[in-house]
């Protein structure tokens, strides 16, 4: 009985496994057919215009909440970019025509920046690629080779957008959350940790001059560990390294995060210390005119 009850049981494993492969190939019978009838997808179109492709100045927005920017767009007048800036999709993969919102449905520094900068040369064409995350520490930006890491994640994007220019720079906004004194936040050593995730960056991206520019928290009264991390910040004294200031910058009500008007003006400065960085110590694009200033 035992042998009959074995045999049974095979017979059915391979009637079972006929019936799956039949099935299986009936569904790749269909997708071919269904392939031939429609036609391959269709490619989106390339964002970049011909004129632009492999010239772009590019930089890498890192940091926090403050970085992706949490404006809101119903207070936002769209610029024109005159067709010169683009964005790298930090989820997709490629380039997509400049414009906010860049990063979910709230406005922020980048297109700012951006416009700030085709402002000063007619010639320029640049290309953001933010990659920050809201309510990290600066910890979490150390370098970990890990691929779900932020700092591999913007090591890999930075790397991928290369491939249409220049890496010309990195822009970084956080602190927020060290201010907040969990164990695994750095108010008192702020400093250290952003020297050495500015080192290993440059390092990486094997571009040892590669200019940095960060901003400074803004102003939020009686709070000590935010004063300390301001310290912190204000204490950083690297090579084509520059600081911007937000103290005089209105949050939102009951918040943390900017007007929609400030991250325009914070996007203005980052373009503005970047380009002093950036004459100071010859690190400048080729194109760019050193006797042009910002509006």
Not at 90 to 119: M, T
């Amino acid at each position: 009985m035992k042998k009959v009850g074995f045999l049974l049981f095979g017979s059915v494993l391979v009637l079972l496994f006929f019936i799956l492969g039949v099935v299986a190939e009936q569904c790749n019978f269909t997708e071919r057919l269904m392939y031939r009838l429609r036609g391959p997808k269709k490619p989106q179109p390339f964002a970049i215009p011909q004129a632009h492709r492999g010239k772009l100045k590019i930089f890498v927005l890192a940091g926090q909440s403050n970085m992706e920017g949490d404006g809101p767009l119903a207070d936002y007048t769209p610029v024109d970019t005159r067709n010169r800036v683009f964005v790298f999709d930090h989820k997709e993969y490629r380039w997509k025509i400049g414009k906010e919102p860049v990063r979910g449905n709230r406005v922020g520094p980048s297109i700012a920046f951006a416009k700030a900068l085709i402002d000063t040369d007619t010639s320029l064409s640049v290309g953001v690629v933010n990659c920050a995350r809201g309510g990290t520490n600066i910890g979490q930006w150390q370098r970990h080779v890990e691929d779900d890491s932020l700092y591999a994640k913007m090591i890999k994007l930075a790397k991928a957008a290369s491939l249409q220019g220049e890496l010309a720079g990195l822009l970084f906004f956080q602190g927020e959350n060290d201010a907040e004194g969990d164990v695994s936040d750095h108010p008192t050593d702020w400093a250290v940790h952003f020297e050495k995730f500015v080192a290993d960056t440059r390092n990486d991206l094997r571009l040892p001059q590669l200019p940095v520019i960060f901003a400074q928290l803004g102003h939020v009264p009686n709070y000590e560990l935010w004063e300390k991390v301001k310290q912190q910040q204000a204490a950083v004294n690297l090579q084509n390294v520059g600081m911007i200031k937000t103290d005089d910058l209105p949050y939102q009500t009951g918040s943390i995060h900017y007007t929609t008007s400030a991250y325009l003006t914070i996007g203005q400065r980052f373009a503005q210390k970047y380009l002093e960085v950036t004459r100071k110590t010859g690190v400048i694009t080729q194109d760019q005119d050193p006797k042009k200033t910002l509006p």
